[in-house]
């Protein structure tokens, strides 16, 4: 089993987003691998991605960015413009009204191999539309290449798994990578809040909201969580306390500091919008404070590619080990493990 | 005019189109593009087409208009597809696909209303020929690519891609060129069937509004004018339905009002708080309703077509245009008096004219206003505080209060003496007694001295 990692633990999800820490840190190589190595025979996959893709040429390094492989018989979402570029024989099976800088984003089905580069919803919404017409087309795993940056507005973390793509162009210092990684698995790790407060919460795209401990929700008005004047005032009988835009670290030492309102329950909404510093998080979760996200994906693996842009090349098998042991999860460098 | 052009206007219209249940962004857009109805048969006509949408609703499984409702979504403003295709310009894929998928679902939905005999209601053309030319294997799945049995040589190009793949690219190219000619082709095929396809498009956005004014019909009880022919109109136990709405969320209940109006000056005096303002608001919005062919929020109504309709509310200020709110009425209601001149079929509804100003000259301007409308051919409905001559006009007044609350029916009085029931209503408002009783003392001391000269 050794041979094909965590490919079976895909197929116990409906849906996968692989996401890279970095350019460089081996996204494309994971994508291509886990396409390559579905059972098409037994599952229907549909591919697409999020994020500033559309460019052939990276924007950051230059480097030629690839386009995607697809066998025969999988779906996949891209826009109208790289649709009309595709190098393979193809089936349209649906436009939606999802518009990208690109077009509209279409849905098709390859019926031969060949290449297509891949520019899907722009919009977490949009992408979660994208994902719920797919299953209407009968596909069973959709799969999305997804960009973990501030620049992208849509979030991976509404696919029900996840693989994390890391390594030395996140970090070329072997403790600081594993530092860093494991800081963000945490954060994927974030457990998720009640039920009632997913379905009170979820629709609330901007703001900042609480719940009293009577259930009642009231919106917080003018407030951002990264403005400088928040102010938590009647808010005795708070209970929850939802950012719906970024988690920064100026709000979060406010809360801290804040002696009433730091033990009640912080709610955002995916691990996405969390962009506080490890140390602010271990001061905040250390006075007593816990947060709760919306959306979580469930985290199957790490691979990790120890090749910089630069060509600094780290030892792959203490990477995985280190990576491994401080995360409690499989690690993979898959270029070394699988020759693809 | 169309729609969108008075989507905005202060009687609320926007509520009404904001609750119809649309199923596709084109049929919004659609509907936002009609044109005001001025012409009696085409008024009539659409009405004959909402009540059979009405039975139709009315008369149906919920499990089958669900299925109909969803066909319906997956409509798609293809115009410019249809334009492309217009103007023989080949088509791409995407294009080829979305002609398809309208033709399928066409011929779907067509079937479904078919078996309701709502087929009269709204004609679908049948693109049982299009679909033929877009789905040459008869898989019927609304899927497209240039297929194989279009041209025996594409076949065999794509089964030397499968075997071969490293010569790919090559092939694909060489293909492409003859995908290009069954493009050429099936454009051509396609141009003949242009018009067909236009009106299924029109068609269905058509089945989707109906449907949606029909269930607005069901839903918060409206109904069907008659169109009357004297240029007077009437309505029986009239309400706003957002004022309704509202009402009913709060526990309230809404009292309905029964109002008619000539092709002649009407004008309604009434206390503060007496709905005087929204009846103006209802009277706009049933107008607009009757010439976009919704339903009524009424349990009668018989009204007349009007060519253009002017509801001035008086506080609207216009900072854009640097004007104050006595500056904009002004120039509203001059738009009134001149359009009055024109040879056309005219409604204005003039909320508390010239209120803003002192009472001497707000009496006089709203005095000489009803004398100079008077002597036009022309439907007024006004409202004021002023105490004026009525002269010819119809007056009607709200009751008032009645018992300790507020009775909002309307009743005809002899001539346009305004109530005097201010304080009181204050008072019951809770205001503050000192403001009150002084304010009371004041209005006797002036009667007194008035008595006395």
Redesign the interface.
């Known amino acids: 089993m050794l041979a094909v990692p965590f490919i079976n633990d895909i197929l116990n999800y409906d849906s996968l987003s692989i996401v890279g820490l970095q350019k460089n840190t081996g996204k494309t190589e994971c994508l291509k691998y886990v396409l390559a190595r579905l059972p098409l025979e037994r599952k229907r996959v549909a591919v697409t991605s999020i994020g500033i893709d559309g460019e052939t040429t990276d924007q950051v390094t230059r480097t030629q960015k690839p386009e995607i492989v697809l066998r025969e018989g999988m779906y996949f979402g891209t826009s109208e413009a790289h649709y009309r570029q595709r190098r393979l024989v193809s089936e349209l099976i649906d436009v939606s009204d999802e518009s990208t800088s690109l077009g509209r984003v279409v849905t098709a089905k390859a019926l031969t191999q060949g290449k297509i580069l891949l520019s899907g919803p722009s919009s977490t919404s949009g992408l979660q539309r994208w994902m719920r017409d797919t299953r209407r087309h009968g596909i069973d795993l959709a799969i999305v290449d997804g960009a973990l940056s501030r620049l992208s507005l849509a979030s991976p973390a509404v696919s029900q798994s996840m693989i994390l793509a890391t390594g030395a162009a996140y970090s070329i210092n072997m403790s600081q990578l594993v530092q860093r990684t494991a800081f963000v698995v945490d954060l994927i790790n974030i457990g998720m809040t009640s039920e009632g407060n997913i379905a009170l919460l979820s629709p609330l795209e901007s703001g900042m909201w609480w719940i009293d401990t009577d259930g009642q929700l009231h919106e917080m008005e003018g407030a951002t969580s990264l403005s400088q004047q928040v102010e938590f005032h009647g808010m005795d009988r708070c209970a929850t306390l939802y950012v719906a835009g970024a988690l920064v670290d100026s709000f979060l030492e406010k809360l801290r500091k804040n002696k009433q309102l730091r033990q009640v329950e912080l709610v955002v909404r995916d691990f996405t919008k969390i962009f506080v510093t490890p140390q602010q998080l271990r001061l905040f979760e250390k006075a007593g404070g816990r947060i709760k996200v919306l959306q979580k994906s469930k985290l199957i693996a790490v691979t990790v590619n120890p090749t910089s842009p630069s060509g600094y090349v780290l030892d792959s098998e203490a990477v995985c080990d280190k990576i491994s042991q401080a995360i409690n999860l499989p690690v993979y460098d898959l270029l070394k493990s699988t020759d693809c | 005019m169309q729609l969108k052009n008075v989507i905005e206007s202060p009687c609320a219209l926007r509520f009404m189109l904001d609750g119809l249940d649309l199923q596709s962004?084109f049929a919004r857009r659609w509907l936002l593009d009609t044109e005001m109805m001025t012409c009696e048969a085409e008024i009539e006509a659409s009405y004959d087409v909402l009540r059979q949408f009405v039975d139709f609703v009315r008369s149906i499984e919920p499990s089958f208009l669900n299925t109909l409702l969803f066909r319906l979504q997956g409509v798609?403003d293809i115009r410019t597809t249809v334009k492309n295709l217009r103007q023989q310009s080949t088509l791409?894929?995407?294009e080829l696909?979305?002609v398809k998928?309208l033709a399928i679902l066409s011929t779907e939905v067509a079937k479904l209303l078919k078996n309701h005999n709502l087929d009269s209601a709204v004609e679908i053309q049948s693109l049982d020929e299009v679909i033929t030319i877009l789905d040459p294997d008869g898989m019927k799945i609304?899927?497209?690519?240039i297929y194989d049995s279009y041209c025996e040589q594409l076949k065999d190009l794509?089964i030397a891609?499968?075997k071969n793949?490293d010569k790919?690219?090559e092939l694909?190219l060489e293909?492409a060129e003859i995908e290009e000619e069954v493009r050429i082709d099936l454009t051509k095929k396609l141009h003949s069937h242009v018009d067909d396809i236009e009106r299924a498009l029109i068609a269905l956005a058509k089945v989707d509004i109906g449907v949606a004014k029909a269930r607005q019909v069901v839903d918060q009880e409206l109904c069907f004018p008659t169109i009357s022919n004297d240029g007077s109109s009437c309505y029986k136990a009239l309400f706003h339905p957002q004022v309704k709405d509202a009402l009913n969320r709060a526990g309230r209940h809404y009292q309905p009002v029964d109002i008619s109006f000539a092709d002649s000056p009407t004008l309604i005096t009434g206390a503060n708080m007496g709905g005087k303002t929204v009846v103006l608001k209802t009277l706009t919005l049933c107008q607009l309703l009757f010439q976009f062919g919704f339903g009524i929020p009424a349990s009668e109504a018989s009204i007349a077509i009007k060519d253009e309709i002017y509801f001035c509310i008086g506080d609207e200020q216009s900072i854009e245009k640097g004007l104050s709110s006595f500056a904009a009425e002004m120039k509203n209601i001059d738009a009134v008096i001149q359009a009055s001149r024109q040879n056309r079929r005219l409604l204005a509804l003039i909320d508390e004219p010239a209120r803003t100003t002192n009472p001497t000259e707000g009496t006089a301007l709203v005095q000489a206003l009803l004398k100079v409308l008077s002597t036009k051919h022309m439907s007024l409905v006004m409202t004021t505080h002023y105490d004026i001559e009525p002269g010819t006009a119809h007056c009607l007044r709200v009751k008032g209060f009645d018992n300790g609350s507020m009775n909002y029916s309307l009743v005809e009085v002899a001539g346009g003496e305004v109530p005097h029931e201010a304080l009181t209503i204050a008072q019951s408002l809770g205001i503050d007694s000192e403001w009150i009783d002084l304010a009371r003392k004041e209005l006797d001391e002036s009667k007194q001295q008035t008595s006395t000269i």
């Open positions: 962004g798609k791409d894929d995407i696909f979305e998928h609304a899927s497209f690519y794509r891609m499968r793949p790919q690219d694909l293909a």
